[in-house]
């Protein structure tokens, strides 16, 4: 069983950056893929972004492709979300995610983020 905290979220200004993490626990992390995904009240969860168990290939939504970020380090069991020039669309619940070959069968608490205009 793996168990995904994720941290970093926060009240931020338009054009602001953010940082979240994602520390994994209960499973060999360096075999996971890893994603994030972001919900608001009333909407479905939506993708955000993924990254490969060796961080060889990432793949972005339209919506944040150029300005969000997936990293991870795996020495540290962790995945991060590198999020620049925010908007105010961006406010939401984000939540990590972890895919052992049996799709996103993990997830976390989630950790919100709030962007002001």
């Known amino acids: 069983q793996v168990q995904l905290v994720e941290s970093g979220g926060r009240w931020v200004q338009t054009g602001d950056s953010l940082r979240l993490s994602c520390v994994a626990s209960?499973?060999?992390?360096?075999?996971?893929?890893m994603g994030w995904f972001r919900q608001t009240p009333g909407k479905e969860r939506d993708f955000v972004g993924s990254?490969?168990?060796?961080?060889?290939?990432?793949f972005y939504s339209d919506s944040v492709k150029g300005r969000f970020t997936i990293s991870r380090d795996n020495a540290k069991n962790t995945v991060y979300l590198q999020m620049n020039s925010m908007k105010p669309e961006d406010t939401a619940v984000y939540y990590c995610?972890?895919?052992?070959?049996?799709?996103?069968?993990?997830w976390g608490q989630g950790t919100r983020v709030t962007v002001s205009s």
């Open positions: 209960g499973g060999t992390f360096s075999r996971l893929k």
């Open positions: 995610a972890a895919d052992q070959n049996a799709g996103w069968s993990f």
């Open positions: 990254i490969s168990w060796n961080g060889g290939r990432t």
